[in-house]
């Protein structure tokens, strides 16, 4: 079975590094679930030998969209194009976060734009109390705010330098207004992650975390993004990106 | 003109095209078999097996380099028993042939495993002499004439099925090597495996692969293959099975006119899933547009300068 290509219908400047792109894929936008990617490709010519993993930030009808920061030669490849012209994207991939009917009160915790793959799952995860946590280095990084203030979940947000509201970690912001969540769920840098995990272990609470590795095939045949949990070597594309926090052993990642 | 022949004899085994997936990117067939018909394929070169199963190295397992990929896996495999209870069926159901990858650190783990899937419906073995990405054995076997000679005799006594060995390029002269697996009685040669290579994060100073070093393929290396495989060519008279970056039709051609008689795709899987499905599809009708009936008149029909 082909895939169909997906037509860039919008390019929104976030700020000096991301860009927004509304893409028109009705079979990937009908099918992604929150938390689950899609393997793009940035250019036509073969200097570049990988698709570039990037988390998918919401759905709507035939549309979806996804927010990549321009950081090295595949995403400025991919800021060369225009709308009206079609990506090569394969997806939705890898399993996302999931919601029990249980779960009632649920907690985001985001790190920077680890919130991007959070961002779907408060839009989806419906009659719930949701606090939504997101940490940022500075005002001029904020982003995506007000999108997560309309699902009526509770924002808290914290700065790295002080310049919005909370003056440090969004991991210690998280822990002077935390509940007794039935879920949280977890993405940003590995040291934030590794933290978040740590607290929930300690108060008991229940949690997904999305890990981010470097990736191959995105598909589970090439077997590059390796990462350790108590069922053996599971791999990032396939397994993942999100796991349940009782399963990975973030530590051991950080340790290198 | 009735359609090309594109039907490859290896050994006694025939593929009913010269297209094969190279071992260890593209799994056991099933994450690609959602993208195409795996029927279509001459071949299947799965994962590279080891007598017990293995974990890998660990991440990061890639990186990305100018066109091209180094990679670390270190043979993350379930081991060659998982490998028949799960896979096997798996693979049984379609036309395409099964090829074994298998690595060993011993002669010995070489001929436990082909004893074990001799009488499996696995099709062709390909001896794999050459991981660069585990520390013992496998690559050291493949760095010497006497080691290639040595390991190739002593599995083709046993092997019920055709052995293909699979050579590294990181070596000195390999022709010579090339000869020791035809001497031991190899029934093709697949050539090449990844060149040995490293990068580093100028930030950290740090090789991006945890193992340091990594297996570099893709478009890249496809230079060196093409030579290798011509230089092989002119020294042994079984087949050779050339691989290295091949993305579309004209690489293809090239590998064919150089010497070989069935090509391995695998990297560039990674950015085209349906890599192979072209590249079938254009190579018959290449052959038809010029006239050729068989792909083999194309095998070692390089036109050297003087």
Known sequence: ???????????????????????????????????????????????????????????HGEFYDIIYKIVGEGTKRLSKFSIGEKLDVMGPLGKGFTKESTDKKIAFIGGGIGLFPLVNAVLEFKNCESDFFVGFKSKKEMMLIDEIKKTGANVYISTDDGSVDYHGFVTDLFIKNIKNYDKVYICGPLLMEQSCVDILRKYNINGQVSLEQRMGCGIGACLVCACETVHGIKHVCKDGPVFNIKDVFLKEQLDE | MNNPNLSVMIGDVKLNNPVITASGTFGFGREYGQYI???????????????LPRDGNKAPRI????????????????????????????????????????????????????????????????????????????????????????????????????????????????????????????????????????????????????????????????????????QVYQSVDIPIIGMGGITNLEDALEFFIAGASAIMIGTYHFMDPYVCEKVIIDLEQYLVDNNISDIKQLTGSIILHE
């Open chain 2, 63 to 230: 990186a990305e380099t100018p066109s091209g990929i180094l990679n670390s896996v270190g043979l993350e495999n379930p081991g060659v028993e998982a490998f028949i209870k799960n896979e096997i069926p798996f693979l049984t159901q379609y036309d395409s042939k099964i090829i074994a990858n298998i690595a060993g650190s011993t002669v010995d783990d070489y001929l436990k495993m082909v004893e074990i899937l001799n009488n499996t419906e696995v099709d062709l073995f390909e001896i794999n002499l050459s991981c660069p990405n585990v520390r013992e054995g496998c690559l050291a076997f493949g760095s010497s004439k006497d080691g290639v000679y040595k390991v190739t005799k002593a599995i083709k006594k046993i092997a019920k099925k055709p052995i293909i060995i699979k050579l590294t390029p990181n070596v000195n002269d390999i022709t010579t090597i090339a000869l020791g697996a035809q001497e031991g009685g190899a029934d093709a040669i697949s050539l090449i495996n990844t060149i040995t290579g490293m990068k580093i994060d100028t930030k950290t100073k740090r090789p991006i692969l945890h193992n340091n070093t990594g297996g570099l393929s893709g478009p890249c290396i496809r230079p060196i293959a093409i030579r290798m495989v011509h």
């Open chain 2, 37 to 51: 018909d795996l029927n279509q394929l001459g071949g299947i070169a799965v994962k590279g097996l080891t007598l």
């Open chain 1, 1 to 59: 079975m082909r895939h169909e290509l997906s037509t860039i219908v919008n390019i929104i400047k976030i700020n000096d590094f991301n860009v927004r792109l509304v893409l028109q894929n009705s079979d990937i936008a009908s099918k992604a679930t929150p938390g689950q990617f899609v393997n793009v490709r940035c250019c036509d010519s073969n200097e570049l030998i990988l698709r570039r993993p990037i988390s998918i930030l919401k759905t």
